[in-house]
């Protein structure tokens, strides 16, 4: 291997995440409805059906990965709820922590119709009453399962479940106020912020993420587009009116870098992740991230990459499983976060050229990629 390669992230020693639950999550599973035939879903007699969900996704790629994960969620005990469990079993996830209630509850759903240029794909939630919504205290035995965990993972997709389906408790929000009360000490928690307008609006996500985010988020993950949306923040050159209305050209790493420390600054945190995703149609996109942690160490993308898109959904939770690895093998540390950002930048460009969610990706490709990037290729994988 090159020494102008850093990280070859097939010879980690992994013996010390691979066993118990390294990293814990949990949230929704979504059921995925996508038109099988071409048709428009109002229109459609055939669809797939798939699973979704962010926490899911990234748990499955980091145990893809070789890190010990556990996803817990509240299911129906029928097909569908099985399901879930059957498929996180299927790629090494610890499930026995799921919380099973009654055949008759719903799971949430997702109507998906992929676009083409110049039509733009559209989305449905059927979240509302959710089994999922409604896992809240006391559902959990969370010292068992935070018991050798050194990260705990949640998205304010969770929290915004409460408030479209119209509760007076937070569920989701009570769990996890459960799960840091049982949490090691050691145990670091992170969070996508994850904002979804389709579920509420940016001043009751504020009201509900900002005091998450202050008093226990180590690791956060976000975007430009939903800080400017939620906390009125620019980005350097940029003011979050030009962001939300999308008039923003060049971004230079002083205006990543002044963003990435408003961020650090606000919430407190020990490590920002941001994630950058240029649409310049329905089928390619330009990628790239960023991180800093409290030290004030920063590290860009070496370049801003293109994906030829089959399905974007699942890419940025595949992201941070990719981060997610490079700070949990590296350290929470400078060379951890160069380290998460090229793996989860190869990492998403992989999982981005596969239909549907779940990033059924390898390490050796993951591997290849970083590679590729660095020495140049583009060979034809033979296995």
Same mark, same amino acid.
């Given at each position: 291997?090159?020494?102008?390669?850093?990280?070859?992230?097939?010879?980690?020693?992994?013996?010390?995440?691979?066993?118990?639950?390294?990293?814990?999550?949990?949230?929704?599973?979504?059921?995925?409805?996508?038109?099988?035939?071409?048709?428009?879903?109002?229109?459609?007699?055939?669809?797939?059906?798939?699973?979704?969900?962010?926490?899911?996704?990234?748990?499955?790629?980091?145990?893809?990965?070789?890190?010990? /994960?556990?996803?817990?969620?509240?299911?129906? +005990?029928?097909?569908?709820?099985?399901? $879930? %469990? @059957?498929?996180? =079993? !299927?790629?090494?996830?610890d499930?026995?922590?799921?919380?099973?209630?009654?055949?008759?509850?719903?799971?949430?759903?997702?109507i998906?119709?992929?676009?083409?240029?110049?039509?733009?794909?559209?989305?449905?939630?059927?979240?509302?009453?959710?089994?999922?919504?409604?896992?809240?205290c006391?559902m959990?035995?969370?010292?068992?399962?935070?018991?050798?965990?050194?990260?705990?993972?949640?998205?304010?997709?969770?929290?915004?479940?409460?408030?479209? /389906?119209?509760?007076?408790?937070?569920?989701n +929000?009570?769990?996890?106020?459960?799960? $840091? %009360? @049982?949490?090691? =000490? !050691?145990?670091?928690?992170?969070?996508?912020?994850?904002?979804?307008?389709?579920?509420?609006?940016?001043?009751?996500?504020?009201?509900?993420?900002?005091?998450?985010?202050?008093?226990?988020?180590?690791?956060?993950?976000?975007?430009i587009?939903?800080?400017?949306k939620?906390?009125?923040?620019?980005?350097?050159?940029?003011?979050?009116?030009?962001?939300?209305?999308?008039?923003?050209?060049?971004?230079?790493?002083?205006?990543?870098?002044a963003?990435?420390?408003?961020?650090?600054?606000?919430?407190?945190?020990?490590?920002?992740?941001?994630? $950058?995703?240029?649409?310049?149609?329905?089928?390619?996109?330009?990628?790239?991230?960023?991180?800093?942690?409290?030290?004030?160490n920063?590290?860009?993308?070496?370049?801003?990459?293109?994906?030829?898109?089959?399905?974007?959904?699942?890419?940025?939770?595949?992201?941070?499983?990719?981060f997610?690895?490079?700070?949990?093998?590296?350290?929470f540390?400078?060379?951890?976060?160069?380290?998460?950002?090229?793996?989860?930048?190869?990492?998403?460009?992989?999982?981005?050229?596969?239909?549907?969610d779940?990033?059924?990706?390898?390490?050796?490709?993951?591997?290849?990629?970083l590679?590729?990037?660095?020495?140049?290729?583009?060979?034809?994988?033979?296995?």
């Open positions: 291997m090159s020494k102008a390669l850093k990280y070859d992230i097939t010879s980690d020693d992994l013996s010390n995440l691979s066993k118990g639950n390294t990293f814990v999550t949990f949230g929704e599973v979504l059921l995925r409805d996508t038109p099988a035939d071409g048709e428009r879903p109002e229109r459609t007699r055939l669809v797939h059906l798939s699973l979704a969900g962010s926490e899911y996704t990234l748990a499955v790629a980091l145990s893809r990965m070789g890190i010990a /994960s556990a996803f817990i969620t509240r299911a129906p +005990l029928n097909p569908y709820g099985k399901s $879930i %469990q @059957n498929i996180a =079993r !299927e790629h090494g996830i499930t026995k922590h799921i919380v099973w209630t009654s055949p008759t509850e719903p799971i949430g759903r997702f998906y119709e992929i676009g083409r240029s110049p039509r733009r794909n559209i989305g449905v939630y059927q979240r509302k009453y959710s089994a999922a919504s409604r896992l809240g006391n959990v035995n969370w010292k068992a399962a935070l018991k050798d965990a050194r990260l705990l993972h949640t998205s304010g997709i969770s929290f915004g479940l409460s408030k479209h /389906s119209g509760y007076k408790r937070n569920y +929000l009570e769990a996890l106020e459960e799960a $840091i %009360q @049982n949490k090691p =000490r !050691e145990c670091l928690i992170g969070m996508d912020l994850n904002y979804r307008s389709t579920l509420w609006s940016s001043n009751e996500a504020n009201d509900v993420l900002t005091p998450i985010i202050t008093e226990h988020i180590d690791i956060l993950i976000t975007t587009e939903d800080m400017a939620l906390y009125n923040m620019d980005a350097g050159q940029y003011s979050a009116k030009q962001i939300v209305n999308g008039d923003i050209g060049v971004l230079t790493d002083e205006d990543i870098e963003f990435a420390c408003q961020v650090k600054e606000k919430f407190n945190t020990k490590i920002v992740g941001i994630t $950058i995703r240029y649409p310049d149609n329905f089928e390619q996109h330009r990628w790239e991230s960023a991180a800093i942690d409290f030290q004030g920063f590290f860009r993308s070496p370049s801003i990459k293109s994906i030829t898109l089959l399905d974007r959904l699942g890419g940025g939770d595949t992201w941070n499983a990719g997610y690895y490079g700070l949990m093998t590296s350290g540390n400078q060379d951890g976060i160069e380290k998460g950002v090229l793996t989860g930048d190869a990492a998403t460009r992989i999982k981005q050229t596969l239909m549907f779940l990033p059924i990706i390898e390490k050796g490709e993951i591997q290849a990629l590679e590729a990037d660095v020495l140049g290729g583009g060979k034809r994988t033979v296995r």
